[in-house]
């Protein structure tokens, strides 16, 4: 043998070699990223157009999506998880809690829902009296009895629930739609979040940040008493001085850039300065409601005395508005954290009783109009309507108090429209609503299947950022098949 052919080893030690060679071979095919189908997702985003519409890579059940995000957590017990052991065992201590410590301590004893259930619709499902409205519309809605959250803060838990991730710094979920598929509507915002009346949820802009994507997908914020800002013409300026300003200043971007073809940030920056000169017409109309018939507003409860329902009411009509001009993502806030804890939002700790009824006559009449409004007019066809918290409560009251700690160990979200099942309900908690202990579901569960019905496919839509190929549901998630027609 010459010194090459010892190098090989015997001829045993050449099979060897082989056979585990063979076996590499094998496990490379079965790693994530090995074929086509796992491999990232970019869409081809025109510098000088970011926001043009672009197909979705599979096919897709919905096109726009409205998320309406009930901040300071509200109590599945109270409102969409029937729990019959719940009332049997009221004043009872829960098995096997022992001297249970939740977030803001010692717990109590089990405590029956505070609100009557009865069932509704055709389908017979169980909601309770302090949401009527909503749940009268159970035959449209599925819902997830099953969801689990990662933290029980509050802040964390609305990152996680608008971001996927509990830090700060990552892009929301309507920043990650925005960026895959652009929007339809030229003139508006893909995606645009309303903040409740009352103020910001506890993240605040967290919840519509586009994070390390680049700014045209992050979400514009806007309401009925508080439009886009510095939309009008300034005081003085004539309508006519006004257009053959921005017909010079076009003029000049154009030359700009007609030198300098190649430079995508002046692009991007010449396309942001005309979207914003589009939104003087088209936002001043869509924030108009007068447009909108008096008895319709009515329905709706935008002439009630009380101005945080009225607020609400009129937030809601305009989220119809922006979803009927082809904007892409619609995320609606009910609660604000400004007030403190419990006064304006759902953050039921001391007084749930007197406190509830509070947020849910804001809440109730508006929202149920709104998604039967866009029943009425064909829109749940294409549009995909998600209603969220960022975790539950307990089936306790807090010792010393007559209120619901905070609990992610199981939680209640509902979908409707545009691919989901109707009049469904799916997963299970425990008998006492405190564990999902049946089909448990991630938030990256609920972000999956959202992706998977606007045509996306949560594994592939990624961006690269320091040295990570970034997604809405990190390395986690599947589709919730259960839920899907």
Known sequence: MNNFSRGLGSRRDFLDLTRTGLASTALLGLLPNSNGATQPYRPVIRSELPSSPRPAPLVPKADQVLLIFCSGAV???????????????????????GKLITFQGEQGALTRPQWLFRPRGQCGKMTSDLLPHMGSLVDELCFIH?????????????????????????????????????????????????????????????????????????????????????LLRPGGMSEQADRASRQLLDLLNKKHFDARPLDSELAARIASLELAAKMQIEATKVADLTREPKALLESYGAFDPDPDVAGFAKNCVLARRLLENGVRFVELFNGSYAMGEGVGNWDGHKTIKAQYPIHARILDRACARLLQDLKNRGMLERTLVVWVTEFGRMPTFQKGASGRDHNPKGFTVFMAGAGVKKGHSHGATDEFGHQAIVDSATIYDLHATILHLLGLNHERLSWYHNGIERRLTDVHGSVINGVLV
């Open 75 to 97: 109590s599945q017990v109270d409102t969409f998880d029937y729990k019959p052991e719940l009332e049997k065992r009221d004043g009872q201590s829960m098995p096997g809690s």
């Open 146 to 230: 099953s969801m689990t959250a990662k933290s029980n803060t509050h802040g964390p838990g609305e990152n996680q629930m608008s971001t996927g991730y509990t830090l700060d710094g990552f892009p929301s979920l309507g920043a990650w739609a925005s960026y895959a598929l652009g929007s339809e509507c030229a003139s508006l915002p893909a995606f645009v979040a309303i903040p409740d009346p009352r103020g910001v949820p506890q993240v605040g802009s967290n919840n519509w940040s586009s994070a390390f994507l680049p700014a045209v997908f992050q979400g514009t914020p806007m309401n009925a008493s508080k439009p886009i800002p510095h």
